[in-house]
C-alpha cells in the first residue's frame, strides 16, 4: 500500500513527477482547473491556501520575529534545550546531503536552520530563515505549514508547494507534541533541492521527532517523580491538611484525602470539571508571584497557592486549602497592595497615591511608561486592592497575538465561525474576566478596525462574539498600559481619539529608573534578597562601588534590566557580596559607551567589529561563525553603519 505523506517514494522518478506536478499546478493555479490523481492531503492544503487568499505566485515567507525575539525564545524555550544537542548530532550524521536541518515553533516559525552554507544561501531566496514563518496562511502548502494544520507527517516535494518560491524544494516535516498533553511544541523539519529528494527523509524528520520526545517523556517523568517527592514533604510537615499538587500544565500530580473530601471529589482527575474553580485556574495561568491567594466564592475557600521550582525553573504549584466559615464582605481588607513596588522616590510616590486613589473605583486606567518600568505589576496591585479583587484579573499582550486572532482571542467567536476553530465556539478574554479586571498591554499595537469594538465594552458594558449578533453584557474594568505615546498616534489617525479619550480617564505616567534616584539601591537589596532565596546563595549585598556604578548606569531597560542584572550577579558571585566582576559584561561595557545605545547593541556591534577584522570582512564566514544568515548579518551590519 502506498504511503500518502510521502511525495516521492524512488529516486528514479523524480524527472516524470515534476513534469506531471507542474502540469498539475499550472492548471490549477492559472485555469482553475481542479488537479487529477492527486495525494488528497495535498490537495486539502491546496484549497485551504486558495480559502485563506494565499498568492501562489510569491517568492517569498514573511520574516515575523526579530533577532531579539529569536534569541529570547531560543534561552526561554524548553524546546531549542532539548531539541538543538539532537539537532546537532543529526547534522553530523547528514552531513554532505546538501539537506538543511530545521526546527520550528508550533506556529510555524523557523527558530533554527543549519546546514552547508551553499544550501542554506539559496534557502535565503525564499526567505527560509531563522525568524521566517511558515504555516500555511503564509507561505501556502509546505512541509513545515501542512504538518501543523493536518496534525501528521508529511513531505512536499517541488510543485506540490502552492508558492512559486518553493518549487525546488523538497521538504519533509514531522511535529514534536507533548507526550503527556499531546500540545504541539513544534516541527523539525528537513529541506533539499528537489533533484535529491530522497523518500527516506520524512522518516529520518519523524524519528528525529520521537527522540525529542522521548527526552521530553523521561524530563516529564523526572518531574513529575521530583513534585510528588515535594508533595510527600509538604505532606508530613502539614499532616491531614488539605493539599494539592499540579504540575506546569495544571495537571494533578497528588492529592491529600482531606482535599478531596472538602471538594466533594472521588477522582482527582475530575478536579477541573468543577465550574467553581475557574478563577484559580485564571490565576494561575496569569501568576508572576512565588506566591499568591485565590478566593473562591461558592465553596467559600481560600486557596493559597506556592510556586514549585527545579533548577530554577518553575515546575508546578502546590494549592494548600482553607476553609472559610464566613462569606468574606465585598470590600476587601486594607491591605498594603503596593509593597512590591519598591522606592522611596516623590515621582514613584506620586504614582503610587494616585494608584491608590483609583484603585477602589470602576473608572478605567491608563498606564504609560517605557518597557520595564512595571506596568502590569500596578495593574495588578489596583485589582488586589479593588472590589473586585476575589475575581479574575487577565493580562493581555495586545502586540504579542497575531492581528488576525486578536478579535476571537478577546471576544470569543461561535459556533462553526471559523473552519478548524473549536466546534463548541470559544469564550473571549472579557467574558472570561467577567466581574474582575483585564489588563491591555501594548494597548497602541491593537489594529485600527477593532478598537471601535473595544469602545463598545467602555460605552455599552456588552461584547458580540465573532458570528453571532446577539450582544453579551460583561461587567468589566479595563486597565490598558503602552510604552507608545497615544495622542500622537490619534494625530497620526492609527488610534482612535474617541477609544483614547474613554481609556484616559486616570493616567498614571511611571517613570524610567534613571529618574527615580536612589530608589535603585533599594530595588538593588530587595533582589539580592528575592534571588539569594530562590537560587540558595548566601548573598547580602553589594559593594559600595557596584552601588555607585548601579546609581549612575542609565538603565534603558529600567526594573527589568536591573532584575536581570542582580540575578546574573547573585548566581556568579563566589561569597557573600557582589562585586562589579559579578555583573554581567555588557553592563560595564555600556559605562564607556555610547549611551543613546543599547548595551546588548553595543556588545553585539563590538562582537561584529572583532569578526569583521578576523576574517578579513568575510560575510559568509561572519554568519557561518555567528550561525545566523547572511540576511539577518546584512541587517545587522546596516544597522550599525558598517556596511
Known amino acids: 500500500m502506498t504511503n500518502p505523506y510521502i511525495a516521492i517514494h524512488s529516486i528514479s522518478s523524480i524527472h516524470e513527477a515534476l513534469q506531471k506536478l507542474e502540469e498539475v499546478w499550472n492548471r490549477f493555479v492559472f485555469e482553475k482547473r481542479e488537479p487529477p490523481d492527486m495525494r488528497m492531503n495535498v490537495y486539502q492544503s491546496w484549497k485551504r491556501c486558495q480559502t485563506k487568499g494565499v498568492n501562489p505566485l510569491q517568492k517569498q515567507a514573511s520574516i515575523v520575529m526579530t533577532d531579539d525575539e529569536l534569541v529570547d525564545w531560543v534561552n526561554q524555550s524548553h524546546l531549542s534545550q532539548v531539541s538543538l544537542p539532537i539537532l546537532q548530532d543529526l547534522a553530523r550524521q547528514i552531513e554532505g546531503t546538501h539537506y538543511l536541518i530545521t526546527l520550528c515553533d508550533n506556529k510555524g ?356 462574539r465573532l458570528g453571532s449578533s446577539k450582544p453579551v453584557s460583561v461587567d468589566v474594568r479595563i486597565i490598558a498600559a503602552t510604552n507608545q505615546n497615544l495622542e500622537q498616534l490619534v494625530k497620526d489617525g492609527k488610534f482612535r481619539s474617541d477609544l483614547y479619550y474613554r481609556l484616559n480617564v486616570v493616567q498614571l505616567a511611571l517613570p524610567p529608573l534613571r529618574e527615580r534616584g536612589d530608589d535603585v539601591l533599594l530595588l538593588c537589596s530587595h533582589l539580592i534578597r528575592t534571588f539569594a532565596q530562590k537560587h540558595g546563595k548566601r548573598v547580602t549585598a553589594a559593594d559600595d562601588e557596584v552601588l555607585a556604578f548601579l546609581r549612575s548606569y542609565h538603565w534603558p531597560g529600567n526594573i527589568r534590566e536591573l532584575e536581570n542584572a542582580i540575578e546574573h550577579a547573585v548566581l556568579f558571585t563566589a561569597g557573600e557580596r557582589i562585586h562589579l566582576s559579578d555583573l554581567p559584561g555588557y553592563l560595564l561595557l555600556a559605562n564607556r559607551a555610547n549611551p543613546s545605545t543599547s548595551p546588548l547593541e553595543q556588545e553585539e556591534k563590538r562582537l561584529l567589529a572583532q569578526l569583521f577584522r578576523e576574517t578579513n570582512g568575510n560575510l559568509s564566514e561572519i554568519a557561518r561563525r555567528c550561525n545566523i544568515a547572511r540576511t539577518t548579518l546584512y541587517r545587522k551590519l546596516k544597522k550599525y553603519n558598517m556596511l
Request: hydrophobic share 40%; net charge negative.
Open 109 to 464: 516559525r523557523i527558530i533554527h536552520v543549519q546546514g552547508e552554507q551553499r544550501i542554506l544561501q539559496k534557502a535565503e531566496r525564499m526567505n527560509f530563515v531563522p525568524g521566517s514563518d511558515w504555516s500555511e496562511e503564509s507561505a501556502g502548502t509546505n512541509a513545515i505549514g501542512t504538518c501543523i494544520a493536518a496534525k501528521q507527517p508529511i513531505q512536499i516535494f517541488a510543485y506540490e508547494h502552492f508558492c512559486e518560491g518553493a518549487h525546488p524544494w523538497i521538504c519533509s516535516a514531522a511535529p514534536v507534541q507533548d507526550p503527556l498533553t499531546g500540545q504541539l511544541l513544534g516541527v523539525i523539519d528537513l529541506t533539499g533541492p528537489c533533484d535529491l529528494a530522497q523518500p527516506h527523509s520524512l522518516g529520518t524528520a519523524v524519528m528525529t521527532a520521537k527522540t525529542i520526545e522521548q527526552q521530553f517523556r523521561e524530563a516529564a517523568l523526572e518531574t513529575r517523580h521530583y513534585l510528588k517527592a515535594c508533595f510527600l514533604q509538604a505532606e508530613e510537615k502539614r499532616k491531614h491538611a488539605p493539599m494539592i499538587m499540579l504540575d506546569e500544565a495544571l495537571q494533578v500530580v497528588a492529592a491529600t484525602s482531606s482535599a478531596l473530601s472538602l471538594l466533594q471529589l472521588e477522582d482527582r482527575r475530575a478536579f477541573w470539571a468543577r465550574s467553581d474553580l475557574s478563577p484559580l485556574k485564571s490565576a494561575l495561568l496569569t501568576l508572576n508571584d512565588p506566591q499568591a491567594d485565590v478566593y473562591l466564592p461558592a465553596p467559600q475557600l481560600t486557596i493559597s497557592i506556592e510556586n514549585v521550582y527545579k533548577d530554577r525553573k518553575r515546575v508546578g504549584f502546590l494549592l494548600h486549602f482553607h476553609k472559610s466559615t464566613h462569606h468574606r464582605p465585598s470590600i476587601p481588607v486594607p491591605a498594603n497592595h503596593w509593597a512590591d513596588i519598591i522606592g522611596e522616590s516623590s515621582v514613584l510616590n506620586n504614582v503610587v497615591l494616585k494608584s491608590q486613589i483609583v484603585a477602589p473605583t470602576n473608572v478605567p486606567v491608563l498606564i504609560t511608561g517605557e518597557s520595564g518600568t512595571g506596568k502590569e505589576r500596578f495593574a495588578r496591585a489596583i485589582h488586589l486592592a479593588s472590589p473586585r479583587h476575589r475575581a479574575p484579573f487577565l493580562a493581555i499582550n495586545c502586540g504579542a497575538i497575531p492581528k488576525e486572532l486578536i478579535a476571537s482571542e478577546l471576544f470569543g467567536y461561535e459556533t462553526g465561525t471559523f473552519t478548524g476553530g473549536n466546534p463548541k465556539g470559544k469564550t473571549g478574554k472579557f467574558e472570561e474576566a467577567n466581574g474582575g479586571t483585564i489588563f491591555l498591554d501594548e494597548i497602541g499595537e491593537m489594529p485600527l478596525d477593532l478598537q471601535v469594538f473595544l469602545l463598545r465594552v467602555l460605552q455599552e458594558k456588552e461584547i458580540v
